[in-house]
């Protein structure tokens, strides 16, 4: 049972544009949600992250929605540049689990053309 | 700081042969994780340790053992390769009150 389901698989923006990536969750008490960027033949890297008591998180260029009753979340990536193309992960923990395991989506390839 | 550290980067190994995937950090983290990366399905948690003597296992922990005999290293024991373990593996860690994983630069294997 995938309990992070990422879309789309794989995205293609020119520069300048506005990337958009969405997740939905399955769990309520996951209370926390990071994106994670990978470039290749690199380990994952934390971009941003949101907790469920806010509905929007900005940094920079990237800023993370979240609607808890529709339980999605959303990374926009705002123009977009080349240097931005990596794979991109949400993912969800749940703090009460003593663990702060990581469930990951599924990854989106992201391609920012010139 | 190194931050956290994978050896080998790179193996080939046989079906049936063993091995450890080694895994050290340098920032006194408290909690550990083996994740596996295959292409086009995530991360998956193999196992995790939140403290030296203490380790439990994830999603996928079948045909791997773990140990955390120290703070700084949390190597991952491969005993009968399969070609289903081929695979990326990445390490992570992360401070008791603090949420992010960081992570290592990964191992990539293959079992033929």
């Known amino acids: 049972q995938q309990q992070v389901k990422q879309s789309p698989q794989s995205l293609i923006v020119q520069k300048g544009g506005i990337s958009i990536i969405n997740c939905a969750y399955e769990n309520t008490a996951f209370d926390y949600f990071p994106w994670y960027q990978q470039f290749p033949g690199k380990g994952p890297a934390l971009l941003i992250a949101?907790?469920?008591?806010?509905s929007e998180k900005k940094e920079g260029r990237f800023t993370i929605s979240f609607n808890k009753s529709a339980k999605q979340f959303s990374l926009h990536i705002m123009d977009s540049q080349p240097g931005d193309s990596a794979t991109y992960f949400c993912a969800a923990s749940y703090s009460g689990a003593g663990s702060y395991q990581l469930t990951f989506g599924k990854g989106t390839k992201l391609s920012v053309i010139p | 700081n190194a931050g956290v550290t994978q050896t080998p980067k790179f193996r080939i190994l046989k079906i049936g042969q063993s091995m450890t995937l080694q895994c050290t950090q340098d920032m006194n983290h408290n909690y550990m994780y083996w994740y596996r990366q295959d292409p086009g399905m995530g991360l998956k948690l193999i196992y995790y340790?939140?403290?030296?003597?203490?380790?439990d296992k994830g999603e996928v922990p079948n045909g791997y053992n773990v140990s955390r005999s120290t703070t700084e290293d949390f190597p991952l024991r491969l005993e009968l390769a399969a070609p289903s373990q081929t695979s990326v593996y990445f390490c992570a860690s992360k401070f008791r009150d603090r949420e992010e994983q960081y992570f290592g630069p990964g191992t990539r294997l293959t079992v033929t």
């Open positions: 949101i907790r469920p008591d806010v």
């Open positions: 340790s939140v403290g030296a003597g203490i380790t």
